[in-house]
């Protein structure tokens, strides 16, 4: 569990990153608030727009230090996300950022182990892999059932993939924290 000293620092450094990238400005590298924003851990950052998802970007696997994690998946959340054209000047002041600090990968031989509203689910078979937070199928009123159609569907696959056994899931959870909750 991160401390509140550590969530105010990775949602400021988001915010400040965003900021500066829309002022064409290098951000400033503050010094990580403690050791444990220094360890490697996945992180998604997501951004949300007069309560409209406007862009969620995320490492899965702890590849970096936490705060570079934060950092560059905030910018990918702003302006890389597909699905959105990049943040403008003028959307700045409208957005609210979320983060989710990501636990291990876990995988799992059975969906009776996925429980609805603490884990996210990751399936990959072949090329294909999708993924979606432990907030989302909350958020959506989904059961498991459902919460794993809509994760074949982000994977690109069909509604039923889950029940391949050749689709590997994994499971795993997520510290959530934003802005409008800390």
Not at 32 to 42: A, R
Not at 65 to 87: G, I, Q
Not at 121 to 142: C, D, N, S
Not at 156 to 162: E, F, H, L, Q, R
Request: glycine content about 8%; proline content about 5%; some cysteine.
């Amino acid at each position: 569990m991160l401390t509140l000293e550590e969530r105010t620092s990775l949602l400021k450094l988001a915010r400040d990153t965003i900021y500066a990238k829309l002022h064409h400005r290098v951000p400033e590298h503050e010094k990580p608030v403690s050791d444990t924003l220094k360890e490697p851990c996945g992180a998604f950052v997501t951004i949300h727009k007069k309560g409209a998802l406007r862009g969620c970007i995320g490492l899965v696997q702890a590849s970096k230090p936490l705060y570079r994690s934060v950092r560059e998946m905030a910018a990918a959340a702003a302006f890389d996300d597909p699905r959105f054209p990049p943040l403008s000047r003028e959307e700045f002041n409208e957005i609210d950022i979320e983060i989710s600090v990501m636990s291990p990968l876990k995988r799992i031989d059975g969906v009776s182990e996925i429980e609805v509203g603490k884990h996210g689910i990751l399936m990959k078979r072949g090329f294909h892999q999708g993924l979606l937070l432990p907030q989302v199928a909350t958020e959506q009123g989904w059961d498991r059932d459902t919460f794993l159609e809509h994760t074949c569907y982000k994977a690109g696959m069909g509604g039923d993939c889950w029940k391949s056994g050749d689709t590997e899931i994994y499971i795993f959870s997520a510290e959530v924290f934003g802005e409008k909750n800390l």
